[in-house]
């Protein structure tokens, strides 16, 4: 009978673990090890840092098969930014592998097939006013590719924001044939196409997709109700940072080439209510089942959430700023569904994990990240327990003021 026991006692103890890296202004690259326990608490305990990246890693993408993370150093108050490349590991712990100069201000990438057996990683620079390429192999070695750079004939409506074009991410259209950049100080979405050179790598730059004056695009985001390769229409959801407008998109293919795109639907990032001055909608994403518009809004503090500090008995409630939800129609209209509390103040990042009960949050500006988590509930849809796990970005003694541990990006290692 005791080894019955003793094989029970294990199997309760038995948890699940998951690696997350974090950058941050702090100049620091975070893992994180998030483990759950059997019953059903969540522990976030740091297992590594580099300085690989440093001064200002601004932005983390991690090619899922060869299981290399990229980086891209903003090079704020540098003459230049920079591209790093690591080793990822079951433990979470990085190992850097190269590194290479880019135009300052990188500020988003991805990653892209130039063909069956080649990659390449592009790169949104906002202070740079360009976008880049370089190509990537699977132990991690990096080259440059190509490198596009902008400018406007005069600053758009929003003078202090629209001095100059401000590419501010790049992403990949669902076929893998077109790369967009939305432009936050152009009030464009640049539209570059891949297939016609791919054995070179080399990007043809297409028309660009123009957007409202003063609205400022941030980042965007692909969705198909159906298929994404099928017959099913593609559609477009843009949010726009200066005005906090997200609108939706039909997509259509163009047969010379490029993209053309018709309005579908438009509301604010808080559903089409009132929103604090000083708001500012921010990041983008998709939750599955049922398919839901994720977003996230920085410094209009809608909430009030316990301090949590487990350091100190102290738990005053401090402010919050909030994610918005909205449910996906076939007809790519969407619909506004609730505020969520950020769980804390300025949510620059939120990124989904694979089975999509998770979010991890990236606070800027209280240093931290935070794990949010839904749960199914009878007849197929989603709630929200809230707020599972946290963990403090701590700044090196020395940084500036005001850019200690600021956090830029979270990404799932799963």
């Not at 990085?94 to 990653?111: A, C, D, E, F």
């Not at 018709?262 to 559903?271: A, D, L, M, Q």
């Not at 506004?336 to 950020?342: D, N």
């Not at 707020?387 to 403090?392: I, P, Q, Y």
Request: hydrophobic share 35%; glycine share 10%.
């Amino acid at each position: 009978m005791l080894p019955h026991l003793i094989f029970l006692a294990a199997a309760a103890s038995i948890s699940t673990a998951t690696n997350l890296h974090v950058s941050s202004y702090s100049g620091l690259i975070t893992s994180f090890s998030l483990t759950k326990h059997q019953n059903g608490t969540y522990d976030l305990k740091t297992v590594g840092t580099t300085n690989f990246s440093a001064p200002s890693p601004s932005w983390l993408t991690l090619d899922r098969q060869s299981r290399i993370l990229y980086s891209i150093d903003e090079g704020i108050n540098t003459l230049n930014g920079s591209l790093s490349s690591y080793h990822t590991s079951p433990s979470g712990k990085l190992t850097p592998i190269s590194r290479l100069p880019t135009i300052n201000g990188g500020v988003s990438s991805v990653i892209f097939d130039i063909n069956r057996h080649k990659k390449a990683i592009a790169i949104a620079h906002y202070e740079g006013s360009a976008f880049s390429t370089f190509s990537i192999t699977r132990n991690g070695s990096m080259a440059p590719l190509q490198n596009f750079t902008f400018s406007i004939p005069s600053p758009g409506p929003v003078t202090d924001r629209q001095e100059a074009p401000h590419p501010h991410q790049v992403i990949v259209d669902p076929t893998g044939e077109y790369l967009l950049v939305p432009d936050l100080g152009a009030d464009l979405i640049r539209v570059y196409r891949n297939k016609p050179n791919a054995d070179s790598g080399k990007l043809v730059e297409q028309e660009s997709l123009k957007m409202l004056p003063g609205y400022g695009p941030r980042h965007a985001v692909f969705w198909s109700p159906y298929s994404r390769y099928g017959n099913s229409t593609i559609y477009l959801y843009v949010v726009h940072e200066l005005n906090n407008e997200i609108v939706g998109f039909a997509v259509r293919y163009l047969d010379k080439g490029g993209l053309a795109l018709e309005e579908v639907y438009k509301t604010n990032s808080f559903g089409g209510g009132k929103f604090p001055i000083g708001a500012a909608v921010s990041e983008i994403s998709i939750l599955p089942s049922p398919p839901t518009l994720l977003l996230s809004n920085r410094n209009d503090s809608t909430f009030s959430i316990p301090s949590n500090n487990p350091t100190t008995s102290n738990h005053t409630p401090t402010p919050s700023d909030s994610l918005s939800t909205f449910n996906l129609h076939t007809n790519g209209s969407f619909s506004f569904i609730e505020l969520l509390p950020a769980g804390g103040y300025m949510p620059r990042s939120i990124m989904i994990n694979k089975r999509g009960n998770l979010v991890a949050v990236g606070l800027q500006r209280p240093n931290r990240v935070v794990v949010l988590e839904r749960y199914r509930i009878w007849g197929g849809g989603w709630k929200w327990k809230g707020e599972v796990a946290r963990g403090e970005i701590k700044a090196p003694v020395g940084r500036e003021r005001g850019k200690g541990g600021e956090v830029t990006c979270v990404v799932w290692d799963e």
